[in-house]
């Protein structure tokens, strides 16, 4: 399976499937209210990729893609008309996984009537009845597929939260960032739930800021290592580091108005943030280098667990630090519910998180101890009031938050 470079341009080739593909690459078709064609004076270019955030416990997690549709009516139907697809033909396997740490593969471009489109859908094959499955995971040190279930729901399309616009003459470069570690949802008899979760980042194009990127190196040896551009505490991307310590977030939006924290993590150590780090449309923003690498201390991991009830309703938990200087909130920690049972089990360092300010490289960094331990654990789940708790694990091993969330 052939991957590219998030900065390479987007051609023929799809992972994904190459429809949207009208002219250059064969295959696939679009579907519209009409069949006239328009003047080159009001069409555009839209072009559509995929990366990946890193995944929790697993070795593959695969999904077949039949199609990508996109419609300029926010309340349109799946059986409305009006919709541009990417139609592939046969329906395309992904392995996530292969897309971590700033590769993306193509999902392929078409050309579009200029204006505002503001309803995106990614359309799964259905599984079939025994292996090989159209949606499945192999978790971490076993070769079994397991299928992944996918709700009737999303046989229609998962919706996409994205607006954007097509402008005449230009091309609009989008990117869907499937975060498979948040996307996948353990079940109380073994199984797996897919509960998507993708956000859809311009990379270029008209009507608002495009994207740039992060990169920089961690020490060596981390055990599952995880870097995160954050807001407030709202996680925007995610990647892992490989095994020199390098990693890569592309694409990042352009930060407009207030600067982004970066947030890294790996089991046995202190979390690091590092705050007011900027970025800038076509531009790499540095971190740190081979030679001055970002190193984690160790710590003592303590456990905060609980249940979210009701069970069955697609229930989240994460583990939030508020940095002390700022007030500013971080992830630490992100757990789906098990989709059977509503159990749930956070492990968080009890050291302090240590903190610092981009600028000159090599980042200084300090301790936070005014943060050791001390988490905001929020319990939530879509058409739920979100519920948050406090907890203090700096001195007990152990600390317990259960959610009974409400509509």
């Not at 009001?42 to 990508?68: H, Y």
């Not at 060596?220 to 977030?249: E, H, M, R, W, Y």
């Not at 007011?276 to 003592?300: C, E, M, N």
Request: aromatic share 6%.
């Amino acid at each position: 399976m052939k991957t590219f470079p998030i900065p390479s341009r987007l051609g023929c080739i799809s992972m994904i499937g190459a429809a949207f593909l009208l002219n250059a690459c064969g295959g696939g078709g679009s579907t519209g209210t009409s069949g006239s064609t328009a003047s080159p004076s009001t069409m555009g270019t839209l072009s559509v990729s995929m990366t990946d955030a890193p995944a929790c416990g697993f070795d593959q997690v695969n999904v077949t893609v039949s199609k990508v549709r996109v419609h300029t009516n926010s309340g349109a139907d799946a059986d409305d008309t009006g919709w541009k697809d990417i139609a592939l033909e046969p329906a395309k396997k992904i392995n996530l996984l292969e897309l971590t740490n700033g590769f993306t593969t193509e999902l392929g471009e078409t050309t579009l009537q200029t204006g505002q489109y503001t309803q995106m859908r990614l359309v799964l094959a259905a599984n079939g009845g025994t292996a090989p499955y159209a949606n499945s995971v192999v978790q971490s040190g076993t070769t079994a597929e397991v299928a992944l279930e996918t709700p009737s729901a999303l046989q229609s399309g998962i919706k996409l939260n994205k607006q954007f616009e097509v402008a005449a003459d230009e091309e609009t470069e989008l990117v869907l960032d499937f975060d498979a570690c948040k996307s996948i949802v353990k079940k109380g008899n073994g199984g797996f739930l897919l509960k998507p979760v993708i956000s859809v980042i311009t990379k270029t194009g008209s009507g608002s800021a495009a994207s740039g990127s992060i990169n920089g190196y961690l020490n060596t040896g981390l055990v599952n290592p995880v870097v995160s551009v954050q807001q407030n505490g709202v996680v925007l991307k995610s990647t892992i580091a490989d095994s020199n310590g390098a990693f890569t977030l592309s694409p990042v939006p352009a930060s407009t108005g207030a600067n982004y924290t970066v947030v890294i993590t790996a089991d046995g150590r202190t979390a690091a943030a590092i705050t007011g780090v900027p970025v800038t449309s076509g531009v790499t923003t540095a971190l740190s280098t081979s030679t001055a690498p970002v190193a984690l201390q160790t710590s003592t991991m303590h456990t905060v667990n609980g249940t979210v009830t009701p069970f069955n309703i697609g229930g989240t938990v994460r583990a939030l630090q508020t940095l002390t200087s700022s007030g500013e909130k971080i992830e630490v920690a992100y757990q789906t519910a098990d989709a059977v049972t509503g159990v749930y089990s956070l492990s968080l360092p009890s050291a302090a998180p240590l903190v610092g300010a981009y600028g000159t490289l090599p980042v200084t960094f300090s301790a936070d101890t005014a943060a050791s331990g001390k988490y905001v654990i929020e319990g939530s789940a879509s058409g739920y009031l979100t519920q948050n708790t406090n907890v203090d694990i700096s001195t007990s091993a152990k600390a317990t938050a259960n959610f009974t969330l409400t509509q």
